[in-house]
């Protein structure tokens, strides 16, 4: 009866190893599926990316199309109208950013001395930590 006890609890142990087998080549083969449909991914983004925008548009853009539909509006003329609305929009926000960004340009290496300054600040209670190495070094 003992024997049996541990016969039957080897034919477990045995098939717990089996199992174990059989599913690690499952989860290995989904992982290198997702890994590999991440970097088709990012290697589609160029045609995906378009055709994204492009989808969102005809979603956003819709309702406009329906109004000048129903008052007879012909859709092509709707389509010549929201891209030309769309071309000022960019226009007007390419404008207003320009100033900002030009402001920025211009100023800087001033910018950049004050964030150096603010990194010093903080690097301060830090530098004891590098002078070990530099000692290490020579």
């Given amino acids: 009866m003992v024997e049996n ?3 039957s609890n080897r034919d477990d142990a045995g ?6 087998r059989h599913t690690m080549p499952r989860w290995a083969g989904i992982g290198i599926f997702l890994l590999l449909a991440v970097f088709a991914l990012a290697y589609a983004q160029l045609f995906f990316v378009p055709v994204v ?14 109004v000048f539909d129903r008052r007879g509006v012909p859709q092509g003329l709707t389509a010549l109208g929201i891209v030309i609305g769309l071309l000022i929009v960019l226009a007007i926000i390419a ?6 960004v030009s402001g920025w340009v211009n100023n800087a290496s001033q910018i950049e001395h ?25």
């Avoid at 098939?15 to 174990?20: D, L, P, T």
């Avoid at 492009?54 to 329906?66: N, Y």
């Avoid at 404008?95 to 900002?100: D, H, I, N, R, S």
């Avoid at 209670?125 to 000692?135: C, D, G, L, V, Y």
């Fill in 114 to 138: 004050k964030i150096e300054a603010r990194f010093h600040d903080i690097a301060g209670p830090f530098s004891s930590f590098s002078e070990p190495r530099e000692n290490w070094k020579r």
């Fill in 5 to 7: 006890d541990n016969a």
């Fill in 15 to 20: 098939s717990n190893s089996k199992n174990w």
């Fill in 95 to 100: 404008t207003a950013l320009a100033v900002p």
């Fill in 53 to 66: 925008l492009a989808f969102m548009l005809s979603m956003v853009f819709s309702p406009v199309r329906r």
